[in-house]
């Protein structure tokens, strides 16, 4: 309803690639691993309490994907490639101007003139045109920034403590890249200014960043070979069947889709019309 799509595409994460963790074996694995889930069933337990909303967020995931289908919403999943690579792939091989709309901000890294991202929670909309006003970086500057500081939720870490946000920050939009920051002579005239500073030249920070790079950088990570494969993949749907829809709805009892079935239902029957995001 926002942005009037031709096609609209959902990107499932699923599961941690391997050429990650053959970089650094410890990406991720700070997130706790899904339980095994049990029968539903009434308990004052709260670790089953916790299972059992795990197992309906589960079957919730798969009502959306049945749904989206049949309201002629694209969608895309491969075993051992995450949501954000996919969107990265999708968006270097369609044509037409994309918007990805996320609240992970790692999507920020893809802007440009082709490409925006909205942030739903947020109710931001980064364009190429208005992103330095927004971040005070270019895109490519804003990755660079998370490379030297890190991703927690990720279990990346940084160059050191005291070596935060604002500090990347600082030193990426003054001196403009990382590649600036180790050329010769740089680190003599940084030191002096700043102690934190420093840390950047410690031992194994420079090694650090480099793995960083190849662990964030969503189109680096992302070889030919693989963008050709995922595009292929890619296909469009018919335009909705509005009465099969209601049908659907109704056999699985979503009262408060039907009660609005109208007014919401209204963008979905334009899609399909031309092969663009």
Known sequence: ??????????????????IRTDIYKEYKQNRRKEPEPIAAETTSDPIKAKIQVREVVSSQKSSVSDVIKKLGVSQIREAGVEADDLLAMACDCLEGHKVIITSD????????KSVDVFSPMKDIHYTFENFKRL????????????VLCGDKSDGIPGIKAGFGE????????????????FKPGMRKKLEKKNSRYAL???EGAEELINRNIQ???LRLMNSVKAKDKICKLIEFQKPVDFMEVRQYFQENQFQSLLENYIDWIRPFKFLGNRSAI
Not at 105 to 112: A, E, F, G, S
Not at 137 to 145: A, D, G, M, T
Request: hydrophobic share 35%.
């Open 200 to 202: 950047l030249y410690e």
């Open 215 to 217: 662990l964030m950088d």
């Open 135 to 146: 971040t005070g970086l270019s895109p490519r500057q804003y990755l660079e920034v998370k």
């Open 1 to 18: 309803e926002k942005f009037e799509p031709d096609n609209v595409l959902v990107c499932w994460d699923s599961g941690i690639p391997k």
């Open 166 to 181: 604002k500090t990347a920050q600082e030193l990426i939009s003054r001196h403009g890249s990382i590649s600036e920051l």
């Open 105 to 112: 901000t790692d999507m920020l890294q893809l802007v440009d």
